[in-house]
């Protein structure tokens, strides 16, 4: 708490630990109350710390939830964290792709719905809809800029590698119509050169595209929300993506 007010984070989060799938149902219920005692005290020590700090912008502490594929087990961590003067709430964990959706929803029925949702860790394109469907409001991820180290850029159609050979003489932009500094002003067939010559700017120009496709997706997915087309928004795209 005390390294993440002297950096001036704009949000925090509790200190928690992140068990695996593999760990016993024992473990998980130790670790749970490690990580519950774990947000009392960086609420006391947040709280201390923000009285010191007068006239400076308010920093937001997040709570974890952890449980992993245990339904009572994070339920509980929500109604324990829930009833603590938290700003947000992350949910984290190590997820099975198969029940994101579900974990998700059992911590959105739980915590209080007047503060943000965050889960912790995802990015690809169906994850994203499984887990705003589900209630979350807010992700995080490195995955657009892993895979851009690796030379994969998305775009509506899919996700590419430019590492081909087809790429050399493509003068087109990573993605037709995108509004980011690397499409506006560099070809595939230059940051192609740049990844073969293995010029660190090509995962940077990449990553650049990708971060910008992602947060274009979960805005137009909040307009098809505010439309009431949610759902056939959904499908388009992801029929789109992965066809
Ligand atoms: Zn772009």
Redesign the pocket.
């Known amino acids: 708490m005390q390294v993440q007010h002297q950096i001036g984070a704009d949000i925090m989060f509790a200190f928690d630990e992140l068990t695996t799938l593999q760990n016993s149902r024992g473990y998980q219920e130790e670790s749970l109350e490690r990580t519950r005692l774990w947000a009392l005290r960086c609420i006391d020590e947040h709280f201390r710390l923000t009285t010191e700090r007068v006239g400076k912008p308010y920093q937001a502490l997040f709570g974890v939830i952890q449980g992993a594929q245990y339904e009572d087990l994070r339920r509980k961590a929500c109604r324990d964290l829930g009833a603590m003067d938290f700003d947000g709430y992350g949910i984290g964990g190590a997820l099975e792709k198969e029940n994101l959706g579900t974990i998700v929803r059992w911590c959105n029925e739980e915590l209080p719905e007047n503060k943000p949702r965050h889960l912790l860790g995802i990015s690809e394109p169906d994850d994203i809809f499984t887990a705003i469907e589900n209630g979350a409001d807010t992700f995080d991820c490195v995955s657009p800029t892993r895979v851009a180290r690796n030379s994969a850029f998305y775009t509506p159609a899919g996700r590419f590698n430019l590492s081909g050979a087809k790429y050399k003489r493509d003068f087109g932009?990573?993605?037709d119509g995108?509004d980011?500094y690397?499409?506006a002003n560099y070809s595939r067939a230059y940051i192609h050169h740049l990844f073969k010559a293995k010029e660190m700017l090509s995962a940077t120009l990449i990553s650049i595209?990708n971060e910008?496709?992602v947060v274009k997706m979960v805005d137009d997915t909040r307009l098809a929300i505010e439309a009431g087309t949610f759902f056939e928004f959904k499908a388009e795209t992801l029929a789109q993506y992965y066809r």
Do not use: E, I, K
């Open positions: 932009p990573l993605q995108c980011c690397a499409c595209h910008r496709f």
